[in-house]
């Protein structure tokens, strides 16, 4: 059985970084595609990104484009979600997730394994 859990996080500065991990404690990583989403008080969960371990695709919002990348470990138990220039509209509970399907998706709906949230707060 999945069991994703995530740590990192915190509160930062404009500008800092930050490095959420996401480990898979049931099986590795590799089969199903990864996705990590945010939601900020009062709005609807959102994608950051997706991956996709069989084609190599992955998705990033035009929000955290350019800013936030995603990788594994050699061992493919964990994954990362590196977040480099936070801004404050950064600030949200991240979800690390793994897709039912192969293929990249945006859809929270399209994801059955769920972390426990980590909160992200970036002070201007």
């Known amino acids: 059985q999945v069991q994703l859990v995530q740590s990192g996080g915190g509160s930062v500065q404009a500008g800092d970084s930050l490095r959420l991990s996401c480990v898979n404690s049931?099986?590795?990583?590799?089969?199903?595609?990864v996705g990590w989403f945010r939601q900020a008080p009062g709005k609807e969960r959102e994608c950051v990104t997706s991956?996709?371990?069989?084609?190599?695709?992955?998705y990033f919002s035009e929000s955290v484009k350019g800013r936030f990348s995603i990788y594994r470990d050699s061992g493919m138990h964990t994954v990362y979600l590196q977040m480099n220039r936070l801004k404050p509209e950064d600030t949200a509970v991240y979800y690390c997730?793994?897709?039912?399907?192969?293929?990249?998706?945006?859809?929270?709906?399209?994801?059955?394994?769920w972390g426990q949230g980590t909160q992200v707060t970036v002070s201007s």
């Open positions: 049931g099986r590795t990583f590799g089969i199903y595609a």
């Open positions: 991956f996709s371990w069989s084609d190599g695709e992955s």
């Open positions: 997730a793994e897709s039912f399907y192969g293929s990249v998706s945006e859809l929270s709906t399209d994801y059955g394994s």
